[in-house]
């Protein structure tokens, strides 16, 4: 215990070092929330991939995913990986590069209200980041707080005090460039974690053969190209986890800073390979869950019988990884949420200040105090995130499914139409928006699984953006 008290605290002192450098090297709102737009292929590459991937996929998704679906739970790691990284770095890269520069544009707020000439679509955005932001990021707190509560046996509200004081204070120090330099570091440990995680696990189960018949013995559909719960929730995960990177305004940031083109293409090959190493390592050792965990070795991951579902993983974990190792898979899953943590904070809090603030309250607000209004949103986001955490208001998958789908219902279909088609306007943009989200939470509170739910609303967004701007044409004056 003593050891992973130095090893945590070290990590701490490691990130708040880092955070003091980035500080010194913030001079102004750009610096602060772009790195001054010059960030380089390696840092784009693994901050894109840390941002994307936390403790929502290796507590949340890992355990209650793989233990329902099994082996078919990879094919959400291949959309993840196939879609979500290399597809977006591919097809969309460059041009959000481009767009950044010929719009003069810091948000995805600020872009729709120029390409489409709406300031309606831009408070509209922006108050759809910040409210919805907020329950992903409570799901990376509550993934992190199981953790640390089997870890270390901390009470879950007292790491859940402690990681929101930590998140707040490094990402207050420097902004994005200190996350750009820390994500290096935190993509490293990641890649040790997971592939100690692989071997460790295939060991305890006496090889990969031996897993897979338990697993065939327990429900042969576990090691099916299917899972039990069938087709159509499987699509649904993969649509949601893997589609809604295309416009994830924490993920499209990461574009405005980089450098330039040869920079792209040598981060898509790199975050593609991280990601591909990262999820299905993660989602295969999720769906061995069935084969190590019953209600007698694992009391704390059952109620009467039946699984609790956020708390498979860190069972699992402990039950697996050797005394000596377990400190490596912590700082894991704790480099992997602190960077996701600080993107969704950093956008949270840049649609308050910058779009909201900046955009139609105070617009001759100076760059200084900007930029200081943005480190005071980002502790206001954190303090509401830790809130929601602490009522756990359902299960992580649960929380980031409605978080996901809601944020991609609103921003799919006027993003990427935005992107690539002249013809379509404000009336399809503003329609495929707010009709998305409209449907989306609809479906969800009327009883229907969250990434189900996400998955409709976006699909609408994308479809109705064309139709609405092709019925309605730009010349039509409101």
């Not at 990590?11 to 929330?33: E, Q």
């Not at 991939?49 to 233990?67: C, D, N, P, Q």
């Not at 295969?284 to 059952?302: D, M, Q, S, Y």
């Amino acid at each position: 215990m003593l050891t992973k008290i130095i090893v945590i605290s070290a990590y701490a002192l490691m990130i708040i070092i880092v955070g003091i450098i980035g500080l010194r090297k913030t001079r102004s709102f750009s610096d602060f929330f772009l790195g001054g737009g010059n960030i380089g292929p390696w840092m784009t590459a693994f901050t894109y991939g840390t941002a994307y991937f936390s403790a929502v996929l290796f507590i949340g998704f890992a355990g209650k995913i793989g233990w329902g679906f099994g082996y078919s739970s990879l094919w959400i790691a291949a959309g993840n990986a196939l879609i979500g990284v290399f597809g977006v770095w591919w097809f969309l890269g460059y041009r959000i590069k481009q767009m950044s520069v010929e719009y003069g544009v810091h948000t995805m707020a600020e872009y729709f209200e120029k390409r489409y000439d709406s300031k309606f679509l831009k408070l509209f955005s922006s108050i759809a980041i910040f409210i919805f932001f907020i329950p992903y990021s409570a799901a990376v707190f509550m993934g992190l707080s199981y953790l640390f509560r089997a870890t270390f046996g901390i009470d879950y509200t007292l790491a859940l005090v402690f990681m929101g004081l930590f998140t707040a204070l490094y990402l207050v120090l420097g902004g994005y460039r200190s996350m750009a330099m820390i994500d290096v570091i935190f993509g490293i440990i990641m890649i040790v974690g997971v592939v100690i995680l692989l071997w460790t696990t295939i060991d305890s189960g006496g090889g990969l053969t031996k897993i897979t018949a338990g697993l065939n013995s327990i429900n042969p559909q576990l090691t099916k190209l299917i899972g039990p719960p069938g087709w159509w929730p499987l699509f649904c995960l993969i649509f949601l986890t893997s589609i809604a990177p295309l416009a994830m305004p924490q993920l499209v940031q990461k574009f405005y800073a980089i450098k330039d083109r040869r920079s792209i293409r040598i981060g898509m090959i790199a975050s593609t390979c991280f990601a591909l190493l990262i999820t299905c390592i993660g989602y295969f050792v999720g769906a061995t869950a069935r084969f190590f965990l019953n209600p007698e070795n694992a009391p704390g991951a059952f109620a009467e019988g039946q699984p609790i579902f956020d708390a498979l993983m860190p069972e699992l974990l402990a039950n697996l990884i050797p005394g000596s190792l377990s400190i490596v898979i912590l700082l894991l899953i704790l480099s992997a949420s602190m960077s996701t943590l600080a993107a969704l904070v950093l956008i949270s809090s840049s649609s308050i200040s910058k779009d909201v603030y900046a955009g139609f309250i105070n617009p001759g607000v100076s760059d200084r105090r900007l930029t200081s209004l943005m480190r005071l949103s980002s502790v206001f986001f954190v303090a509401l995130s830790v809130i929601l955490a602490w009522f756990k208001p359902a299960t992580i998958v649960s929380v980031l499914g409605i978080s996901w789908g809601a944020i991609g219902s609103v921003f799919l279909g006027p993003f990427i139409w935005g992107l690539f088609s002249k013809r379509v306007n404000k009336f399809g943009a503003t329609a495929s928006s707010v009709l998305g989200l409209g449907v989306c939470l609809t479906l969800y509170f009327s009883g229907l699984p969250s990434p189900q739910s996400g998955t409709i609303g976006m699909i609408v967004s994308l479809a109705v953006n064309p139709l609405v701007s092709f019925c309605v044409p730009a010349a039509v004056k409101e």
